[in-house]
């Protein structure tokens, strides 16, 4: 199993450009999730999607948006980049059930936006 | 607001010694703590996940301990190596509407340790 793997791992963008990061998971988990992770801040959840077709909104989703059309893959959109999008972008995925499955990070993407 | 403090920010120890992390949180209610190990460049790893039922639990070297009345938690590392470094983060769970479970994440403790 490649587990959670992430694509690309580091992109510039200029203000307003528009790209996707793309989150691919082999296990067959019915929950995936992106977050931000910034500088002393803790782990920040954007958007989440309990199965294909399903999605919803995190804490901080303003700018991004997502879909999923199949288990395993869960793409982010930048719509407009703005510097303060300036961060590591992780995905994250695990099974579904009582709230104590492990859950599974990709390595990451460092984004920057000029 | 649901918030995680952890403490120290950073450690600093020597190989072989052991330490403890700390992680105070105001979730309420509460589901499950989990303690998770990130190496600088990488994704976090899962290390240990508790219930508010459970006191301790184990993973080789790092031993987590809950005290769900004071909303306390600790990670202890025993006989430290080189490869422990890392920053360490503390996730408390509450339930979630949709059964994903709301997460708050700390900020995380950076731990190296020195050869």
């Known amino acids: 199993n490649a587990g959670v793997t992430q694509t690309p791992k580091f992109q510039v963008l200029k203000t307003g450009q528009s790209m996707t990061l793309q989150c691919a998971q082999d296990m067959n988990h019915e929950y995936m999730s992106w977050y931000r992770q910034d500088p002393g801040m803790g782990l920040r959840l954007i958007h989440y999607s309990v199965g294909a077709g399903i999605t919803d909104q995190g804490e901080v989703p303003n700018g991004y948006n997502v879909s999923r059309s199949t288990t395993e893959d869960f793409p982010l959109r930048l719509l407009s980049a703005a510097p303060s999008q300036t961060s590591v972008y992780f995905c994250?995925?695990?099974?579904?059930?009582?709230?104590?499955?492990?859950?599974?990070f990709g390595p990451g993407t460092r984004l920057l936006v000029l | 607001k649901n918030q995680v403090e952890q403490s120290p920010q950073s450690l600093i120890i020597l190989e072989g010694k052991n330490c403890t992390l700390q992680c105070n949180y105001t979730v309420s209610p509460f589901s499950n703590l989990r303690w998770y190990k990130q190496d600088t460049g990488r994704g976090p790893v899962s290390l240990t996940i508790?219930?508010?039922?459970?006191n301790t639990k184990s993973n080789g070297r790092y031993t987590a301990t809950l005290d769900a009345d004071t909303k306390q938690s600790s990670l202890h590392i025993t006989a430290s190596q080189l490869s422990d470094s890392a920053s360490y983060i503390c996730v408390v769970s509450a339930p979630g509407g949709t059964s994903y479970g709301k997460l708050t994440f700390g900020q995380g403790t950076i731990l190296t340790v020195h050869p």
């Open positions: 994250a995925s695990r099974r579904s059930g009582g709230g104590q499955e492990t859950q599974y």
């Open positions: 508790m219930t508010f039922s459970e």
